[in-house]
């Protein structure tokens, strides 16, 4: 039987049998105190929890946000006033945290919304760790098949998915980036799946076939080997947020790194970082290329959704160094000091730009600082995610380079947060590429490196349309390259025909 998949949340072809994710209704705790369960239970759940992040340190991000939630006092005390009241445990836990998911989920912010299912993941493994519960795991690799998957269950279990098919997901949702880490495929797709039953996954061609024939067993593509295919006049880039990043995608082959987000750095800690601390971090990661590829440092990108406790702003943009001047110049200072001691080919790039006047002050900002301690200037460019830079993209003088954003881009064009922007893409998509034909234009005229780093980059489908138009500078997670591959390969076949 073959079934049409709704949407695609990671690329990839798999063939496995299918097994159902163990589903926690009428799971049993111990029989001893509710309390000493609860207290138990939280202390399993973050042992495992910091265990995970000794094993895959490039996930400490995400696992950092479960550790919160999970250790959060207020969920805890949540939960002792329904025992309080005669609650049993196994009924409070799963109460308490349906509270908490259910504030996410009717909270204004987009960002917050998209936690919900890292709220749920935090639910299930304190419920796990309330009880003798042992999750049922084959012991060959198999097609996860599930109502909603997990980002912990996907750590957990990595190298033996083969893929995911889901009733529920969102593009941007922790286990969907997982999955495109991991090289997993993973689909949305409404139909009944059985126990041990065999199927296909093509995400080329949007379809799952059960119990394939032996010819459509043998279009099984091996999905595993990431390494870049000879792109002449093409840039594969990455984004990346540490050395460890830079490394996978020297590794595979990239050309550089089209965005360094050197935010990430400060989300992990509860102070801000000294520039000699900050010089180690991206000299750590400039140590990390290869010789002649680049890499460009994104000055730090918060407000809106992403808050750090020490960052005065309310809003994204050049308010951020405004109000937190101490900040962007240790940060600045650090990556020039690089720069100067190494030649080495680094950028330096603003984000949320909206007119010409905030690019040329930051551009004399750091004119100043280079001059103060006789370092030297890199080339400065801008992230264009914002209409109004759009509209008015010729105005920008100087820029050496543009990188589209395209999360915040559609966001300001047709009010679409990151994970609604590709479940509606077919409804923009063509105004989108004509909106940014005329960067385009300008670009080739005046000589400036131009890409996309953004989400949609990592789409196949809309890839291919920033090829058309002349964007050849793609950005995206290390672990997507096959992805790029596939996209300049299908567009290269097009024209070539």
């Not at 080997?225 to 050395?243: E, P, R, T, V």
């Not at 809003?315 to 990556?335: C, H, L, S």
């Not at 300001?412 to 923009?428: A, F, I």
Request: aromatic share 10%; with cysteine; hydrophobic share 35%.
């Amino acid at each position: 039987m073959k079934y049409q998949v709704e949407s695609i949340l990671s690329q990839g072809v798999t063939l496995g049998k299918i097994h159902i994710m163990d589903r926690l209704e009428g799971v049993n705790s111990d029989s001893s105190s509710d309390y000493i369960k609860l207290d138990n239970a939280i202390k399993k759940s973050l042992e495992e929890i910091r265990e995970m992040k000794k094993k895959s340190p490039e996930l400490e991000s995400y696992l950092l946000v479960q550790e919160y939630m999970i250790s959060d006092p207020e969920l805890k005390k949540r939960i002792l006033f329904m025992l309080d009241e005669g609650i049993s445990v196994s009924k409070a836990v799963p109460a308490v945290m349906k509270e908490f998911i259910e504030g996410l989920a009717n909270s204004a912010s987009g960002y917050l919304k998209e936690r919900t299912n890292d709220m749920e993941d935090a639910a299930r493994r304190i419920v796990l760790n309330l009880s003798d519960f042992k999750a049922n795991i084959p012991d060959e690799p198999f097609i996860l098949y599930t109502d909603k998957p997990y980002p912990s269950y996907l750590i957990h279990n990595k190298d033996r998915i083969l893929g995911i098919i889901s009733r529920a997901g969102g593009y941007t949702s922790h286990t969907a980036i997982l999955a495109r880490n991991y090289d997993i495929p993973f689909v949305i797709s409404k139909e009944e799946y059985k126990e041990g039953e065999e199927v296909f996954i093509d995400t080329r061609k949007k379809i799952i076939i059960t119990n394939p024939s032996p010819l459509q067993r043998s279009m099984k593509k091996d999905m595993k080997h990431k390494k870049a295919i000879l792109h002449a006049g093409y840039k594969f880039l990455a984004n990346a947020s540490s050395d460890l990043d830079v490394k996978k995608a020297m590794k595979y082959g990239f050309d550089g790194v089209g965005l360094y987000r050197t935010e990430m750095i400060f989300m992990n800690s509860n102070r801000p970082f000294t520039a000699l601390e900050q010089y180690k971090i991206y000299s750590d990661a400039v140590d990390a290329l290869d010789k002649d590829k680049y890499i460009v440092f994104r000055t730090f990108d918060v407000g809106g959704d992403k808050q750090i406790s020490y960052v005065h702003t309310n809003k994204k943009g050049i308010d951020n160094y405004k109000q937190n001047p101490y900040i962007f110049e240790n940060q600045v200072m650090a990556i020039l000091k690089i720069y100067t001691d190494t030649k080495k080919d680094i950028r330096i790039m603003f984000p949320m730009i909206f007119e010409k006047e905030e690019f040329d002050y930051l551009k004399g900002w750091v004119s100043d600082l280079a001059q103060r301690f006789d370092y030297s200037i890199p080339p400065l460019g801008m992230m264009l995610e914002t209409k109004s830079a759009l509209d008015n993209i010729k105005e920008f003088k100087g820029v050496k380079f543009i990188s589209i954003g395209t999360n915040d881009l559609v966001k300001d064009l047709y009010n679409l947060d990151r994970e609604t922007s590709v479940d509606r893409l077919d409804e923009y998509k063509d105004d989108l590429i004509k909106k940014l034909i005329p960067v385009v234009d300008y670009a080739e005229r005046k000589n400036i490196q131009l890409s996309v780093c953004g989400e949609l980059a990592s789409i196949p489908e809309i890839a291919e349309e920033f090829y058309r138009i002349g964007i050849k500078n793609l950005s995206v997670s290390p672990s997507l390259v096959n992805m790029l591959n596939q996209a300049y390969l299908d567009y290269t076949n097009k024209t070539m025909k």
